[in-house]
């Protein structure tokens, strides 16, 4: 079955405790992404990546890390998270041809206290 | 990057078809619309994609006119778990976009039994 597997689903950390969010697909998919979802802001793109070892800033990446070493992996790492990082975040991955239909993963709630 | 306005909420009851229009006009000759459906904190999910006509799948209906510069989502015989937010999504390929998904504020369908 295709799909996007995001782990944890959900975390609550402590302002400035290092943490990675994994997001693995298992579509041979070239282009994978991260975004963030707030109420009344829509889904945002944090960072995405076009293959392994490409990664490209979003629109709001501050704050954020990723890497892209293996093409099914596209961790989202917080070096040290602050409470305005609380959100909804979700990885999503495409083939890169025209009109490509993108898959999601399942969502991972943070909260950072 | 074609911008999309759609309504921000629908009401319908069970049983109804909901018709979900999107203006795009815009649009590129190389792009395609895509639907998304997204539940509360759930990932989007891929409803649908056409570029030109009408396109039919198992859940819905794209109705996409000549000038292409607004499309209609058809909902037939809407269900209580039909209610979600839904997106219309215009783009081409992502070598085009710089590897990003633009959702809009999308539109909320309420459906009542």
């Known amino acids: 079955e295709a799909q996007v597997t995001q782990n944890p689903r959900y975390l609550i950390t402590v302002t400035g405790k290092k943490l990675t969010v994994t997001c693995s697909q298992n579509?041979?998919?070239?282009?994978m992404s991260w975004y963030r979802q707030d109420p009344g802001l829509g889904l945002r793109q944090i960072y995405y990546?076009?293959?392994?070892?490409?990664?490209d800033k979003g629109d709001v990446p501050e704050g954020y890390k990723v890497s892209r070493k293996e093409k099914r992996n596209f961790p989202l790492i917080l070096e040290s998270p602050s409470p305005n990082q609380t959100s909804l975040y979700f990885c999503a991955s495409t083939s890169l041809g025209t009109g490509a239909e993108a898959f999601f993963g399942q969502g991972t709630r943070l909260t950072v206290v | 990057l074609a911008k999309t306005t759609q309504p921000i909420s629908m009401d319908s009851y069970e049983g109804q078809e909901v018709n979900i229009t999107c203006s795009h006009n815009n649009i590129a000759t190389n792009d395609y619309i895509t639907w998304y459906q997204q539940f509360p904190s759930q990932g989007p999910r891929f409803i649908i994609q056409?570029?030109?006509t009408k396109v039919t799948n198992e859940v819905a209906s794209l109705f996409i006119p000549a000038d292409r510069k607004s499309s209609t989502l058809s909902l037939p015989r809407v269900s209580l778990s039909d209610t979600a937010v839904y997106y219309c999504l215009v783009g081409g390929s992502f070598y085009n976009q710089g590897g990003k998904l633009i959702f809009g504020q999308g539109t909320e369908l309420s459906v009542k039994p």
């Open positions: 990546s076009m293959n392994v070892e490409v990664t």
């Open positions: 579509m041979n998919h070239e282009y």
């Open positions: 056409g570029y030109k």
